[in-house]
């Protein structure tokens, strides 16, 4: 491998044009040999941050991973990419290990991947030593705190090992990592300086939605029907779960398989192989047992139980949408799994009691927000999410449907709240409004309340979207440590005036659009001929699908259809020995495809809108918004005054704006976005480039790394900014 700079080598090895959020300072740091934290998201780029240096340093690059399965599943990428790799564990037999070890001592191997039991091994100590050893990279790192949700005692005695191997930089990488967790990452491993750096936790690809558990193999039987022939993980509380569930969907004519630590260790290889290889469709997993899997192209989560911790839930969605293409996580909830969780925590002991309490209580109060999903989530992680719509939630969703004159259910949702004092949770006086008598009910004797089963034609999911709404327009809080709610002025006022209030009724899961992943609007034909090749490839490979070509690869060539070798270079995921390997075979596809329907090659670099482009036609309310604001009124205030969320607030600014009148020049836009300053600065070179028409080019010029929530503020800063 000729050493290079890293964006040569991203491109010409990985097939990528550009970075993702702080790898390019991430992989600076530890070339420069500073010991490095880097928290970035699932599906954020972690592995790039060590494999670019690996193949830079003249040494060997040492990966710690506690997962037998990923190890395996790198290696291989990373043989398809035509780098040195291997992996040293208990999988292998005594030949293949023997063998492995050969290669590593010849200086043949770039990248080594051990298990923290492994490295802790004499003879794998004694090896190392014999050997140039440029980088120690510690993924999951996590694993070593105790504060962690995962944590384990081999990785808190790797501190012992660090000073045995002084010329080797430390990397420490995870996705899950709060403050706490973070700042305990470091004291154990030593580290002296505070390199630390901290990506966005938010997955703008991934659709995040919870509903009631009612009848969850009914719910779960409806959901799939969205998602034919893609690959899903369904996560159960216990192993008899899996086991009935995936009979179940077998019996539904799916193709889904079982999961979990009582398998026999073959079965449970054979069935994952099965899933990650696409001749199965659906995983059927117990929460407690990792999967260990960097599976691109899985397209749902669905949880049917209750995850322990926000971190166990967070690192189980990141399962999903690893190739930047949107995913659906779907968690049904039931007050009566958080008990069946907190009965397990009263058995173990302090202090591990106590953390499991805190992580449990974080995880309930997010599944009863009914708030924007990714507030909580992100918050959690020490991060603040300024954002007022993330588009990308059943919060958030339900205000963007048509509206419905709702008043009627919203005041009897109201009422119900304060005759049951203002002391419960959505969930409690749902079941009030719903003539339910559950204990709770009885015991509060809500039952005699004349609010008590008036509320019976509605579904317990639509009851759930009027609480959320009700929340978003400022006429209910919640807090407290379980989420009760309470009348806000604004709903005694709304009550007293008998304002009408407008929403939407629908409860329905949200749906997936066809043939439109993330923003990319595929042809479906041409995609799925591709993937039919891409599984003919890779079974004779003996590799995933997903190490061939991720989705987003295939679901590009669908929207740019390459006939020639730049164009498909320049198809993301493609570098020199992919192309090398698998460029003709594509190629020749998409030329049988597109010739007979005389469809021509695209070019990646749409064209700039120019000033005679069609302008929206403006309405007067967005007059009056761009008007009050250009005398100097906040965004904040117009939402309130109209009534409106800030998002509706934004987009009668752009109609104005891009209307030809000129909007006051103002930080405001600025002070709303969460992203980093060479990001923002980025959005702004690329609407200077590209215009503010539209934010389709500029989301695509980007790489899909930012949201369109954060393009619709950044191109109001720009249409401020670069106004005369």
Known sequence: MTVGEP??????????????????????????????????????????????????????????????????????????????????????????????????RSGNVKLLYVAPETLLTTRIYNLLHTLPLDCLTIDEAHCISEWGHDFRQEYRQLADIRPHFPNAVCLALTATATPRVRQDIQKCLAFKTANEFVASFNRPNLLIEVRPKINPLQQILKFLEGFQNQSGIIYCFTRQQVETLAQSLQEHGYAARPYHAGLEDEQRKINQELFIRDDIQIIVATIAFGMGINKSNVRFVIHHDLPKSIESYYQEIGRAGRDGLEAHCLLLYSFSDAQKLRYFINQKEEPLRKVAEHHLQAMIQFAESLACRRKPLLEYFGERYATANCGMCDACRSSEQKTDDITIPAQMFLSCVKRTGESFPARHVMDVLSGKRTAKVIQHEHQNLSTFGIGKELTQNQWRSIASQLVQKGLLSEGGKYGRHRLTAKAYETLKNKSPILGTLTGDSLAPAPGKLSGIEYDQGLFEILRKKRKELADAAQVPPYVIFSDRTLAEMAVYYPMTE??????????????????????????????????????????????????????????????????????????????????????????????????????????????????????????????AQRLKPVFEALGGTISYDELKILRLHYLCSSQP
């Open 7 to 104: 964006l040569s080598i991203l491109k010409s090895v990985f097939g990528y044009s550009s970075f993702k959020p702080f790898q390019p300072e991430i992989i600076q740091n530890v070339l420069k040999k500073r010991d490095t934290l880097a928290i970035l998201p699932t599906g954020g780029g972690k592995s790039v941050c060590y494999q670019i240096p690996a193949l830079i340093f003249p040494g060997l690059t040492v990966v710690i991973s506690p997962l037998i399965a990923l190890m395996k599943d790198q290696v291989e990428q990373l043989h398809e990419l035509g780098v040195p790799a291997l992996f040293l564990n208990s999988s292998l037999s005594t030949k293949a290990y023997q063998a492995n070890m050969q290669a590593v």
């Open 566 to 691: 730049p164009g498909m270079k320049g198809i993301s995921g493609i570098g020199a020995v992919k192309f090398a390997r698998y460029g003709k075979d594509f190629l020749e596809l998409i030329r049988g495809y597109c010739q007979p329907r005389n469809l021509e090659e695209k070019s990646r670099q749409p064209a700039r809108q120019t000033s005679q482009a069609k302008r929206p036609d403006i309405s007067a309310r967005s007059l009056q918004v761009g008007e009050a604001f250009s005398a100097g009124r906040p965004v904040a205030d117009l939402s309130t005054e109209w009534g409106v969320s800030p998002d509706t607030i934004l987009q009668h600014l752009v109609n104005y704006a891009l209307d030809g009148h000129p909007l006051r020049q103002s930080d405001e836009f600025l002070k709303m976005s969460h992203l980093q300053p060479d990001q923002q600065i980025a959005v702004g070179q690329a609407f200077e480039k590209l215009g």
